[in-house]
């Protein structure tokens, strides 16, 4: 089945300066590839996804890429802020989801 | 957007008794949803796909005797964890999505189970 990885674990910013996390996967018939946020204790909340014909997407100061011929993609957040800190999950779909392991976001004021 | 809910939010048990929640899509049908387990710190772990009207898809070393699931509609599927134990605690999540080609998922706020 397919193998997520996601990468780093943890990561610390200061406000204001940009944040990526990597994600690889190992199916090639993956075809749609969320992000999600989880705050703790709450639901997970889809903050940007992709299709595997779309190399990349952008809303506001969010943006993912997909390279499909090297299996990752990558979630970029611009100017964070402290709001932003949480637990975000990366995600691939063939006929079902399969999560990276979670990556620890904090932004520092 | 699309709204799941879950029910309860948090219960407490004793061992040895059986919990049931729920997972309702509220303003969608969902031929599919699944239900996710979650530790402390960790990621989702998939249990297992609800398929309305049919058997439910359980991964590898879940306990289909242990986690009942029952699809019986568009709008609601069961997890029932049945004589919980302490270690079955965890965080349960489960997801829905509004059809086959629209792949966006939406989860439910989860329900926090502790057994003592």
């Known amino acids: 089945g397919e193998n997520v990885e996601q990468h780093p674990s943890t990561l610390s910013v200061q406000e204001g300066d940009s944040a990526v996390i990597k994600c690889t996967y190992s199916?090639?018939?993956?075809?749609?590839f969320p992000w999600y946020k989880q705050e703790l204790g709450k639901r997970p909340q889809l903050i940007i996804d992709?299709?595997?014909?779309?190399g990349e997407k952008k809303d506001q100061r969010i943006a993912v890429t997909l390279n499909k011929t090297a299996k990752h993609f990558s979630l970029h957040i611009t100017e964070t802020q402290p709001e932003d800190s949480a637990v975000y999950f990366c995600?691939?779909?063939?006929?079902?989801?399969?999560f990276g392991t979670g990556t620890s976001l904090t932004v520092i004021p | 957007g699309a709204v799941v809910s879950q029910h309860p939010s948090w219960v407490i048990c004793k061992s040895g008794t059986s919990v049931k929640i729920e997972c309702r899509s509220l303003d969608f049908q969902a031929t599919t949803m699944f239900w996710y387990r979650q530790f402390p710190k960790q990621s989702l772990m998939l249990m297992a796909t609800s398929n309305e009207g049919s058997k439910a898809t359980y991964e590898q070393g879940v306990e289909k005797d242990k986690f009942l699931i029952n699809h019986a509609s568009l709008t609601l599927s069961t997890l029932t964890v049945t004589s919980a134990h302490p270690e079955d605690s965890s965080f349960y999540i489960c997801?829905?999505?509004?059809?086959?080609?629209?792949?966006?998922?939406?989860f439910g706020p989860g329900t926090r189970l502790t057994v003592l």
């Open positions: 199916d090639s018939a993956s075809n749609y």
């Open positions: 992709i299709r595997s014909n779309v």
């Open positions: 995600a691939a779909y063939t006929n079902q989801f399969y």
């Open positions: 997801s829905a999505g509004s059809g086959v080609i629209d792949y966006t998922q939406y």
